[in-house]
């Protein structure tokens, strides 16, 4: 299954950097993927669940004040961009539900929630649940 989760999380990686609002772009400066265990009590008892955590560089602009008005400008039409992009993937055309804590929780076979902070993107996603969708993938790369 790691190789599996690894393989998404590479996915997701081009995804979120390929999002542009209006020129306004966000990198992925490190990754963070482990699996969960039973040592993290009050999380989803199955045993291929992981967690990954997309961090953002906050800019390659030096100038303080026009980070500034980019940022304020574009970095929420951005942010919603993301979570919209990602609602659509993790969905499979179900509703989620966004919890107390301000993340969308989804429950279904794929993911359990996602949560964007601004300056990261958590998923906790069970990769058996996606294996349909790389299989379909690769068909279409070998073109049947």
């Known amino acids: 299954m790691e190789d599996i989760a690894n393989l ?8 979120i950097e390929s999002i542009y609002v209006k ?10 993927l482990f699996r969960m265990d039973n040592y ?3 999380y989803p008892e199955i045993e291929y669940c992981y967690k990954v955590t997309f ?4 800019s390659s ?17 951005w942010n919603s961009e993301l979570e919209k992009t990602f609602i659509v993937l993790f969905g499979d ?14 429950g279904n076979e794929k993911v359990d929630y996602m949560k964007n902070q601004g300056y990261r993107f958590i998923v ?13 993938d690769k068909l279409k790369e070998l073109g049947i």
């Open 23 to 32: 020129d306004f772009s966000k990198k992925v400066e490190s990754v963070n």
């Open 124 to 136: 906790q996603f069970y990769p058996s649940g996606f294996i349909g969708d790389i299989r379909e």
């Open 93 to 106: 055309g179900y509703d989620c539900t966004i919890d107390e804590y301000q993340s969308y929780v989804f």
């Open 61 to 77: 602009i030096s100038d303080p004040a026009k980070i500034a008005s980019i940022y304020d400008t574009y970095a929420r039409e």
């Open 8 to 15: 998404l999380v590479d996915k997701w990686k081009v995804i």
């Open 55 to 58: 961090n953002f560089e906050f």
């Open 40 to 42: 993290y009590n009050g």
